[in-house]
């Protein structure tokens, strides 16, 4: 598993929520679980400092990590969309992104293309992206970020034909390919659920396993905001796999949670106050996970 994508992971699910900043001893002993090593906690932690999504500070001789306000922003996209069980019901329109933008900016509409796919936008046709779902904020975010307001246009319309809405959502995503995909998630974790659960119920299973099992299933399941857009209900398809699969990940993960933050908080400690907790915050009674 590559280094800097379990550090957001990390980030994500615990360290912004205990204060939002680590001690990289923390942080190297937390990674050792996985495999990982002190030079490439190191070089991923400044990759990503250089990138804008933490920043750093000392105190003494102690270095701390902590997300900028755009990684924050980020994870707390990423947390409604991974504990959320239920889709938002459809408004009936179509919000359509249509953009020109220059070759001397390529680099601008490459970054662009990642964040609409993130987002949840599939491809109508060349340089026209489409989704169902309310993403009027995000979208504006986007144009203000880039500063593109002169090479794009934005609508919001309804589909009136001379096809179904499921068309449209044929031609811009490949459903087939993503059930596929949360089918293998099923058949592994199904497994993997059973077998951790009765580990933990019968005391087999020490903190330290269920901090890397936890860890390593959000991980996985993150990996569904980068293909799955959320579309409605209205517009999926028979026998959709993908709440099924959440059902899971949330029956795994709520089993999971309790020792699993036990022991990130003993690391933790060593190197940070443990005041910084929020207290407000429960991960193993997560409130989007119960809805």
């Known amino acids: 598993m590559n280094t800097r994508s379990m550090i957001f992971t990390l980030y994500g699910d615990y360290i912004r929520h205990y204060g939002n900043k680590i001690w990289i001893g923390s942080l190297i002993k937390l990674l050792r679980e996985f495999g990982h090593n002190d030079q490439a906690v190191r070089a991923a ?53 249509m953009y020109t933008i220059p070759e001397e900016i390529r680099n601008v509409r490459d970054e662009l293309r990642k964040e609409l796919v993130w987002s949840g936008f599939g491809t109508l046709s060349n340089s026209c992206w489409i989704s169902p779902n309310n993403l009027d904020k995000q979208v504006y975010d986007l144009i203000d970020k880039y500063d593109i307001k002169q090479y794009v246009d934005f609508f919001i319309a309804r589909y009136d034909g001379p096809n179904e809405d499921q068309r449209i959502i044929g031609k811009s995503w490949d459903l087939q390919e993503i059930n596929d995909r949360y089918a293998e998630f099923i058949s592994e974790y199904s497994q993997k659920f059973i077998i951790d659960k009765n580990k933990i119920e019968k005391g087999e299973m020490t903190e330290a396993q269920c901090f890397v099992e936890r860890t390593k299933l959000v991980h996985e399941y993150r990996k569904f905001l980068f293909v799955d857009p959320g579309l409605p209900e209205e517009l999926l398809p028979d026998k959709w796999l993908g709440a099924h699969a959440a059902s899971l990940f949330s029956n795994y993960y709520k089993v999971l949670a309790k020792p699993a933050s036990q022991f990130f908080e003993e690391v933790y400690q060593e190197g940070n106050e443990m005041t910084n907790k929020d207290q407000s915050y429960n991960m193993f009674d997560h409130p989007l996970i119960l809805d």
Do not use: C, P
């Open 45 to 97: 932690i400044s990759r990503m400092n250089k990138q804008g999504w933490v920043q750093s500070e000392k105190q003494g001789n102690k270095s701390y990590y902590s997300l900028t306000e755009r990684g924050l922003k980020r994870m707390e996209e990423a947390a409604q969309r991974i504990f959320k069980l239920q889709t938002e019901k459809w408004d009936g329109q179509w919000r359509i992104l």
